[in-house]
């Protein structure tokens, strides 16, 4: 079975532009967590999506945004980049609603997308 | 503002010995507990968690929970050369119920 699938795996953009990063969960996973890591730093969350339904966002601006499409995959929004946005950003499954039951927070990640901010 | 905390070491041992990681965190009201392993310019991958107090064993990876001094631990037996990874420390926190990592510990095991 395919892993969590992000694409691309590198990009590099310059301050002011936008950037759109993909994720496609495992099958039969619903939900889908985007987190931001900066290199030196443990993995910060930013958004979590269930069922389309956003069901959680951690203390990222606005100009972050994301959304959840009919067949799970996500994509990850982000206007006006700052040379700070500079990070690893991860996508992770999970079969169920981060928060809920025993099996949630069990984090499926994929091999993220590298953005660069010149 | 809830926090994980972790030595960002590096912790090196030699090959054979136990490693023992070391975590504590700020909220707790935290329920679940888990460890991530993070190879060198990899995606961080699960390899344990716990719920419950006490200790939690798979394989030569030890989970260890202390809820009442806020403290998580994981004690790799027999290291290998191939345990050398950042390993992050991670707790499921606040009303999201997303995961609050920690910066995570080097790990180097020398053979």
């Known amino acids: 079975d395919a892993g969590v699938t992000q694409s691309p795996t590198h990009l590099i953009k310059t301050r002011g532009q936008h950037v759109t990063l993909r994720c496609s969960p495992i099958?039969?996973?619903?939900?889908v967590s985007w987190y931001q890591q900066v290199l030196g730093q443990g993995p910060q969350f930013i958004f979590q999506y269930y069922e389309k339904e956003e069901r959680g966002r951690g203390n990222f601006p606005d100009r972050f945004s994301a959304r959840q499409f009919p067949n799970y995959s996500s994509e990850l929004n982000v206007n006006a980049l700052l040379l700070g946005d500079s990070a690893l950003y991860l996508c992770?499954?999970?079969?169920?609603?981060?928060?809920?039951?025993?099996?949630?927070?069990?984090?499926?990640f994929g091999s993220g997308t590298q953005l660069s901010v010149l | 503002q809830k926090e994980v905390e972790q030595n960002s070491g590096p912790l090196s041992v030699p090959e054979g010995a136990i490693a023992s990681l070391n975590c504590t965190y700020s909220d707790r009201g935290s329920q679940s507990f888990f460890w991530y392993r993070q190879y060198s310019g990899k995606s961080p991958e699960l390899i344990m968690f716990i719920y419950s107090n006490g200790d939690k064993e798979d394989g030569r990876f030890t989970a260890q929970l202390n809820k009442a001094s806020q403290y998580v631990s994981l004690l790799i037996r027999d290291s290998q050369p191939s345990d050398s990874a950042t390993y992050l420390c991670a707790v499921r926190g606040g009303s999201q119920g997303n995961l609050i990592f920690g910066k995570g510990t080097k790990l180097s095991v020398k053979p």
């Open positions: 099958s039969g996973h619903k939900s």
């Open positions: 992770a499954s999970s079969s169920g609603p981060v928060g809920q039951g025993a099996l949630s927070g069990k984090l499926f």
